[in-house]
């Protein structure tokens, strides 16, 4: 996995403002990400495992624990720009979800960071990603920013990609037109 290590500045946007913003397609992109980010926990789980009777000066780390990993969905509350809820937790999110309480907001910013070390014993190569969707009124942005070429990060971007693409109609107008 060398080309893995391979330090690079990415910082990605992609515009998506002419996408309307339904609650179905918000769930999805939720759901993904909960999904991804879980499945990021349990690498770092097993690489942990693994690595458990292993001499440390000699532990090969793909995914080493960091102290940059989280996911946050914040939501902005209409009448005030400050956020008014925030979920790092699936459960709550769908509960607040199917009860309606995520409609007539302001907006919502979905932060997935997922921070880890590769390398052996101390050598250690810090791996710093972060993917941010922004959905305000008039402004839908989703950012990647990575400090290394990793094909797995390419993949979870190109997932969010595909769902802001798909699960979300578009809606043309005089603000925000894109063919």
């Known amino acids: 996995m060398p080309e ?16 309307l913003v339904v609650p179905e397609g ?7 990400c909960f999904s ?17 009777n292993v001499n440390p000066a000699e532990a090969v780390y793909d995914y080493k624990k960091g102290y940059n ?15 008014g809820f925030t979920y790092t937790d699936i459960h709550a999110f769908k509960k607040d979800y199917d009860e309606g309480k995520l409609l007539n907001i302001g907006g919502i910013k979905i932060t997935l960071q997922l921070g880890f070390g590769r390398g052996v014993g101390e050598n250690i190569d810090i791996h710093e990603n972060i993917f941010t969707i922004s959905f305000l009124p008039y402004s839908i942005v989703f950012n990647r920013k990575s400090n ?7 993949k979870i971007e190109q997932g969010i990609i595909n769902t802001l693409s798909t699960k979300f109609p578009v809606g043309n107008s005089i603000f925000c037109y894109k063919k």
């Not at 097993?46 to 690595?51: G, L, V």
């Not at 990993?69 to 956020?83: A, P, V, W």
């Not at 290394?148 to 390419?154: A, S, Y």
Request: charged content about 30%; overall charge negative; aromatic content about 12%.
């Open 148 to 154: 290394h070429k990793d094909l797995n990060m390419d």
């Open 69 to 83: 990993d989280r996911l946050e969905i914040n939501i902005r509350q209409k009448l005030n720009d400050s956020f």
């Open 36 to 52: 991804v980010y879980t499945g990021f926990l349990k690498l770092i789980e097993d690489n942990m495992e693994k690595n458990k």
């Open 4 to 19: 893995q290590n391979v330090l690079a500045n990415i910082d990605n946007t992609y515009d998506y403002s002419n996408i």
């Open 26 to 32: 918000i769930m999805y992109l939720v759901e993904y």
